[in-house]
C-alpha cells in the first residue's frame, strides 16, 4: 500500500474515528524530460532568488502573502497549524445526503480512509455499516495543503472513501455553451436509445489505455532504432455532411457485431414524424391543384377554338 498522505481523525458527531489517509488512486502516465535540441542537454528549473541570485534548497523556502507591492508577510507552517479551525486536524461531517444529489462535476481525487489502532476499528466499522444501510454518502469538511476542502464520504467494499471536492462556487455555469435550438425527431431519439442499449455494459474492468500502450511501442521501436509504427491516414474529409439516420443504423449493427449478436434486425426505422405527414399532405394538395388548374385550361383552350368549315 502507498504511504499515508495525512493522519487525523473523522469527526462524527460526539465520535471521534482516528485514520489514516491513503492514495486511492495511481498514475501510470508516461513522463518525458525535456531537452536542448542542438546537443541533447537537459533542461532544469532552479529556484533563484531574485536578489541575491542564488538557487536555494526546499528548507531555505518559506511562504509570504503579498498585502502590497512592497510589503510581504511571513506565513509559517507553524501559523497554519495552529489556526482556530475544526477542520485543521479532523475530517468534521457536517451532513448526510443521498448519493444521487451530487453533480459528479463536483468530485475529485480519492482516498482511501484506513483504520488507524485498534481503537478506531470499531467506530470505523460503525460508520461504514451506517452509510451502507441508509445508502447515503457523508459531506465533510476538511483542511489540507493551505486551504479547508470539501469532501463526500462514501464506501467501497469494506473501506470508506473520501473524495475531495469542489466547492459551489468553483463550478462554471454551462448556459452559454448549449447550441442553437434544432428539432430532433421521435424515430432518431429512439435510435440513439437503440444504439445506448447496443452499447450497454455491465462491468468496464477491463478497458485499457492503448494510448499509453502505442506510446510505449514508440519509445520501444526509437529505442531499438526501428521506425516507430503509425497510424493510417483515416480522417474524415472536413465539412461532409453526416446522414445521422444511417450513422445510427451502421452503429447499432456494429456495435451488435462487436458482441458477438446477430446484426440482423439492428435497423432503426425513421418513422415519419407530423412534421413528415404534414408535408406529404402539402404535397398531395399542390399536385390536385395542378391537375385541376391544368383540366381548367384544357377546358378553356377547346372552348376558345373556332369550328372548322365545312
Known amino acids: 500500500m502507498p504511504r499515508p498522505v495525512w493522519s487525523g481523525a473523522i469527526s462524527f458527531g460526539l465520535v471521534t474515528i482516528p485514520i489514516k489517509v491513503l492514495p486511492a488512486t495511481e498514475s501510470h502516465n508516461i513522463s ?15 529556484k533563484i532568488c531574485e536578489l541575491d541570485g542564488k538557487q536555494l534548497r526546499d528548507d531555505e523556502i518559506g511562504k509570504a502573502f503579498e498585502v502590497s507591492k512592497d510589503t510581504l508577510i511571513e ?67 476538511f483542511a489540507w495543503h493551505g486551504r479547508e476542502r470539501l469532501g463526500l464520504l462514501r464506501v ?11 466547492w459551489p462556487d468553483e463550478i462554471r ?28 455494459e455491465d462491468d468496464i474492468s477491463g478497458y485499457r489505455d492503448h494510448y499509453r500502450e502505442a506510446l510505449e511501442e514508440v519509445i520501444a521501436a526509437k529505442a531499438e532504432g526501428k521506425t516507430p509504427p503509425r497510424a493510417e491516414d483515416e480522417t474524415r474529409p472536413a465539412g461532409e455532411v453526416v446522414d445521422l439516420m444511417a450513422a445510427l443504423n451502421a452503429s447499432v449493427q456494429a456495435a451488435k457485431e462487436s458482441r458477438g449478436e446477430s446484426g440482423e434486425h ?28 391544368a383540366k381548367k385550361a384544357a377546358a378553356k383552350k377547346t372552348s376558345g377554338r373556332k369550328p372548322r368549315s365545312a
Open 32 to 46: 518525458f524530460h525535456q531537452y536542448h535540441l542542438d546537443d541533447m542537454g537537459r533542461i532544469r528549473y532552479r
Open 75 to 141: 506565513i509559517t507552517d507553524e501559523d497554519l497549524a495552529n489556526m482556530p479551525l475544526p477542520t485543521a486536524k479532523a475530517i468534521e461531517i457536517v451532513a448526510f445526503v443521498p448519493a444521487d444529489s451530487i453533480d459528479p462535476i463536483r468530485i475529485s481525487n480519492g482516498y482511501y480512509l484506513a483504520a488507524s489502532g485498534a481503537v478506531s476499528a470499531k467506530p470505523y466499522t460503525l460508520l461504514r455499516k451506517a452509510l451502507e444501510r441508509s445508502s447515503k454518502v457523508a459531506v465533510a469538511k
Open 266 to 293: 439492428a435497423t432503426v426505422h425513421d418513422m415519419p414524424t407530423s412534421k413528415k405527414r404534414a408535408a406529404k399532405k402539402t404535397a398531395a394538395k399542390k399536385t390536385a391543384a395542378k391537375k385541376t388548374t
Open 173 to 200: 455555469s454551462p448556459e452559454t455553451l448549449a447550441p442553437d435550438p434544432v428539432e430532433v425527431g421521435d424515430s432518431e431519439i429512439d435510435g440513439a436509445v437503440a444504439l445506448m442499449e447496443a452499447m450497454s
Open 156 to 166: 467501497k467494499d469494506d473501506a470508506i472513501v473520501l473524495h475531495a471536492m469542489r
